[in-house]
Structures are given as C-alpha cells and as structure tokens.
C-alpha cells in the first residue's frame, strides 16, 4: 500500500510513460502487481483506489476520476465522505462499476479487489464529528 502523492498513471494502450495522457495522485492506492510499480509510481490500473473527499477535491474526484478509474478498470474505489461519515464503493463488474454501495462508518468494511483488506471503523481513529 501506498499513500499520496504516488503517481498513477493510466495508459490508454502501449504508450510511452511521458505520452500518457491520464495521470492522478489518489490518497490511498493499492497494487497488487509488482510488475506495475516503477520509479514513477505505478503504470496501469491499480487494484484499490481510496480518495479522502474534501470541499475542493470532492466534484473532481467524483465525476473526472471516477470516470478515468472506470475507464482504465479499477478494481475498486472508494469514496470517503469524512463529513457525512458514509463511503461510497464503486465495484469493477460486467464492464463498469454500475451501482455503488454506500455504507456508513460502522462495523468492517472489506475491500472485494484485495479481500485481505479491511478497515474497521470502531478503530479507525476518527473524530466523531470532523471539522
């Protein structure tokens, strides 16, 4: 697991890396193949994308990243509300991520792209109402 800024850098085919066109800093990422990982970050679709939403970065992240993650095959990816205390899970399946799942922060929440990851929300340290 990796934590921002770690470049990730989507290719649309077999391009060279300075002709890559779509290319992000999620917050949290996760790669499950080595083969991926270079001295730039990561080349090619990452298995878990997690982004933290904030005033600025939410309308980017829900609307120009969820489509550039789609578009590429992100396994899956996660939304975080901090305010609103919920997370919205997008799922790679039958060619899109279709219907997201929202669950608020309570209980386990396990990741399907990497089913050994998991974050329990009793003990995930967060402020019970954020700024």
């Known amino acids: 697991m990796n934590v921002a800024p770690f470049d ?34 990561c080349r090619g679709a990452p298995n878990l994308v997690i982004e933290v939403l904030s005033p600025s970065t939410a309308a980017h992240a829900q609307t120009v990243k969820l489509a550039a993650y789609e578009r590429h095959r992100v396994t899956e990816y996660w939304l975080v509300h901090p305010t609103d205390r919920v997370v919205t899970v997008y799922s790679w399946a039958n060619g899109g991520y279709g219907r997201p799942v929202i669950s608020e922060f309570e209980g386990l929440l396990i990741t399907n792209a990497v089913p050994t990851i998991s974050i329990d929300w009793a003990v995930a340290g967060l402020p019970e109402n954020p700024p």
């Open 8 to 41: 990730v850098r989507l290719p649309d085919a077999d391009e060279a890396n300075d002709e890559i066109i779509t290319a992000v800093q999620p917050d949290i990422v996760v790669v499950c193949d080595p083969a991926k990982l270079d001295t730039y970050g």
